[in-house]
């Protein structure tokens, strides 16, 4: 079996005003649909975060697949090294996100980690379905069926997103509703995570903070403590935002109240120092990105917990990678989302399904799309898990007529990459993303 064809194809999913540390969603997320196609008319799917240049990468790189055996990982990581280079060789140690790489590093590598692992998991699922195999059967064998996400809750402006911008649809009832209502206030989230569990019946919730004062996301945090009681697991993440002393400060006073603390400050260094202190777990989906970061993260003791996301960490593989240093190192294993349609869904419901230690539920922002490319349009989560679907690969098909409609979308959005900064500016003109806010 060979590679014979490669379709790349850019979409724009309709996304709310959603705010984080970053600024603002823009009303579209980009997203990039890979498909290989084998010479005997089999395909295999990817889905990565969209960007012109994360594309032109893409379509860079694809051409050397011309004829790969997608079996061939090691030739697959040969051809990466050799088109990309190797930045992780002449600094073993640098964090992609943390003090010591610059900004053209870390983009370098995260390119290069899309572009593994769309092609990674496209093989996957192009073998899968070749075999008649499932991709968690090929990844090491399903531990579990029922994959548990948690909620993900946004401050956010009103609006609906997409073509809606700021307005909202008439007529919508439960989260269809409450997905286009302003969250602002400490009782705004408790609406918002009410809403989200009623549908989806999510068991622990994540709120994405960054975007206020530190003062009205704990109490927000406090607000959802006490809506849900001690039982519900809670997880912040303010991105990185916050000062030591602020995420000290207000660490102290979330800390009893949360499953996890996720980036409270930048860097493995702070992050080492501020967790000893508090002595509350801490999570990272920033500082450490790579199993390049791993050996600092050992040194330092930077985090209790680490979010995978194959999209970020390259692949399958590396994920696998990841978990096995987890358990072997005593780290918890979580996983990291942006906003994404369904072939993603699946992608990291098969990882999840496959990896034992993964110790939480996984974040997911899948209720704040609308729109999917699937067959069948919208996977249905409930009772707060993905179910596994049977299919061989991934489980699902593309909807060609949806992805043209998607694809369509892009074109008249018009919008060449995330810009939650741009976005926040038409709103707040004085508003600058910088790396430590409050
Ligand atoms: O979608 O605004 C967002 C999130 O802030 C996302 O970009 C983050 O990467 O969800 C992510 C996180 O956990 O840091
Ligand atoms: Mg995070």
């Known amino acids: 079996m060979k590679i014979r064809d490669i379709n790349i194809t ?25 498909e290989i196609v084998s ?9 990565l975060p969209g960007g012109v240049k994360g594309e032109a990468a893409l379509r860079e790189f ?25 930045p992780q060789d002449t600094d073993p140690f640098a964090s992609s996100l943390g003090s010591t790489a610059s900004k053209k590093e870390a983009n370098a590598r995260r390119r290069k980690s899309h572009v593994r692992s769309a092609f990674e998991v496209a093989c996957y699922d192009l073998i899968g379905k070749a075999m008649n195999k499932r991709v968690a059967d090929l990844l090491g064998g399903v531990v579990r069926r029922e994959v548990p996400c948690s909620a993900y809750l946004f401050f956010k402006y009103e609006g609906g997103g997409g073509e809606l911008g700021v307005n909202k649809a008439p007529g ?3 989260w269809e509703a409450q997905r286009q209502e302003a969250a602002l206030t400490p009782e705004g989230i408790v609406a918002e995570a009410d ?11 994540k709120l994405k903070g960054g975007a206020f004062d530190p003062e009205l996301e704990t109490n927000a945090i406090l607000a959802l403590r006490d809506h849900f009681g001690p039982d519900m697991p809670l997880r912040f993440d303010p991105n990185a935002c916050w000062s030591m002393e602020t995420a000290r400060k207000w660490g102290k006073i979330m800390g009893p109240a949360l499953q996890y603390y996720e980036d409270p400050v930048r860097g493995q260094e702070q992050m080492a120092e501020l967790s000893k202190e508090l002595g509350i777990p801490f999570a990272t989906n920033m500082c450490t990105t790579a199993l390049a970061d791993l050996p600092g993260s050992l040194r330092l003791g930077s985090e209790q917990i680490i979010l995978s996301d194959h999209h970020f960490w390259g692949g399958f593989q590396p994920c696998m ?56 349009g919208r996977y249905k989560i409930e009772n ?5 679907p049977d299919g061989p690969g991934l489980g699902v098909e593309l909807d060609r007529a949806a992805l043209d409609r998607l694809h369509k979308q892009y074109l008249a959005a018009g919008i060449e ?6 976005e926040m500016r038409k709103f707040r003109p004085e508003f600058t993303a910088t790396p430590t806010q409050f």
């Open 321 to 376: 990678t990841l978990a096995q240093f987890c358990k072997v190192f005593g780290r918890g294993l979580s996983m990291h989302s942006n906003s994404h349609a369904g072939i993603s869904l699946m992608a990291m419901a098969h990882l999840a399904a496959a990896t034992p230690n993964l110790t939480y539920a996984v974040d997911t922002h899948y209720p704040w799309q609308r729109e999917d490319i699937i067959v069948g």
């Open 195 to 205: 809403a989200m569990i009623k549908a989806f019946g999510f068991k622990s919730i």
């Open 62 to 86: 694809a051409p050397r697949l011309d004829g790969h055996d997608p079996f061939d990982f090691n030739r697959l990581d040969r051809l990466i090294d050799e088109h990309f280079g190797n």
């Open 172 to 174: 919508l009832t439960g």
């Open 417 to 422: 990459e995330r810009d939650d900064q741009t």
């Open 39 to 47: 010479d005997d008319g089999i395909s295999g799917l990817a889905e």
């Open 10 to 34: 850019p979409i724009a999913l309709s996304d709310p005003p959603l705010l984080s540390a970053a600024g603002r969603h823009q009303s579209y997320a980009l997203r990039l649909v890979v």
């Open 384 to 388: 707060g898990n993905i179910t596994l």
